[in-house]
């Protein structure tokens, strides 16, 4: 009686088991129960606070620098002003990618880097500012966007990048001062914006390497979550690409503060479109060169084309060893 009791309760028991398949099966053919996978899908889909603080920046940052490039009027410096913000545009995404993704593994880093660099188009877009030059007139301002685009190569770094963003400001300053010198003086409008040329470029790198000290510590910050591989990196940024901008306000924790709210921006816009808004605002609020150009010391021939300011010549031959490092390490995965 005891072996066909407990034959009788283990068929009751499997039993109940087909009964629960049968009824989550049911389920899943009517759609039911997928609501678990549909969330799980769009919470992966929220932008990083990485990103959004990025694009708080950008917004802050880029449009005062292109309406001044738009009403100097120069169509080489528009080119390159183009440059500059398609730069910044590709970097975005490689910090969009990276945040969206765990960390490669270190015999792996290098090449998924690589990859993801070249997929973001960032050094192909940086060079494109080679080809400019031809124009007398800007001359200084081309020379001075790329030596402040050095500043690129952070995403590369292993280490604190905020100084090293820092160092292209003095460089590009030794060509700003250039401007500034020969337009201080000067109170129509074109000049005015010769000197909101040189003082936004400083800004927009001083801003970079205020973002990466708060949000890429120890170099470009990974998310969570399955290691970016190189064969994924095109997917990537693909699909950040395809993704739509955001736009609405989202609160993001600053380390050792509290949470602030920041607005992700729109896309960058033209030279032209932003002139048309910010022009009016920033040639009432922008200041004569005098005071631009107060205490400016000459630099000595003897270190160009770098400007030092208060570092010493070690501190500059270290930061353009580091540079040379970073260019011949893209060069060397170009060919691969």
Not at 149 to 176: H, I, T, Y
Not at 218 to 235: D, F, R
Request: aromatic share 6%; hydrophobic share 40%.
């Amino acid at each position: 009686m005891s072996s066909s009791a407990s034959l009788q309760s283990i068929e009751q028991t499997l039993a109940e088991v087909l009964s629960r398949l049968g009824s989550i099966e049911n389920k899943l053919e009517s759609g039911q129960g997928s609501g678990d996978v549909s969330a799980s899908c769009s919470s992966g889909s929220e932008v990083p606070p990485a990103v959004i603080a990025f694009d708080a920046h950008v917004s802050s940052s880029l449009p005062p620098l292109l309406a001044a490039i738009d009403t100097i009027g120069s169509d080489e410096l528009a080119t390159a002003g183009k440059c500059l913000a398609s730069c910044w545009d590709a970097m975005r995404t490689i910090v969009a990618v990276s945040s969206s993704h765990g960390r490669p593994s270190g015999s792996e880093y290098l090449e998924v880097l690589g990859e993801l660099m070249k997929s973001s188009g960032l050094m192909e877009r940086f060079s494109g500012l080679s080809k400019l030059g031809k124009d007398r007139d800007v001359t200084n301002h081309v020379k001075a966007i790329t030596e402040a685009l050095q500043c690129l190569s952070w995403v590369s770094m292993n280490g604190k990048p905020e100084a090293f963003v820092m160092d292209a400001v003095g460089s590009a300053e030794f060509w700003s001062n250039r401007i500034r010198k020969e337009y201080r003086n000067k109170d129509d409008e074109v000049s005015k914006a010769q000197i909101t040329f040189c003082v936004k470029l400083s800004s927009l790198v001083k801003e970079l390497s205020a973002y990466t000290k708060e949000w890429h510590t120890t170099g470009l910050a990974w998310g969570k979550g399955a290691a970016l591989t190189k064969s994924a990196a095109q997917a990537g940024v693909d699909t950040v690409s395809a993704a739509t901008t955001p736009t609405a306000t989202a609160t993001v924790k600053t380390k050792g503060a509290e949470s602030k709210t920041v607005k992700a921006a729109p896309p960058v816009k033209s030279a032209a479109d932003a002139s048309e808004e910010l022009k009016a605002a920033l040639l009432a609020k922008t200041t004569g060169g005098n005071s631009a150009a107060t205490g400016l010391k000459k630099v000595s021939t003897y270190i160009e084309p770098f400007s030092i300011g208060r570092r010493d010549i070690a501190d500059v031959l270290s930061t353009r060893f580091m540079r040379c490092n970073t260019l011949l390490f893209c060069v060397w995965h170009r060919h691969m």
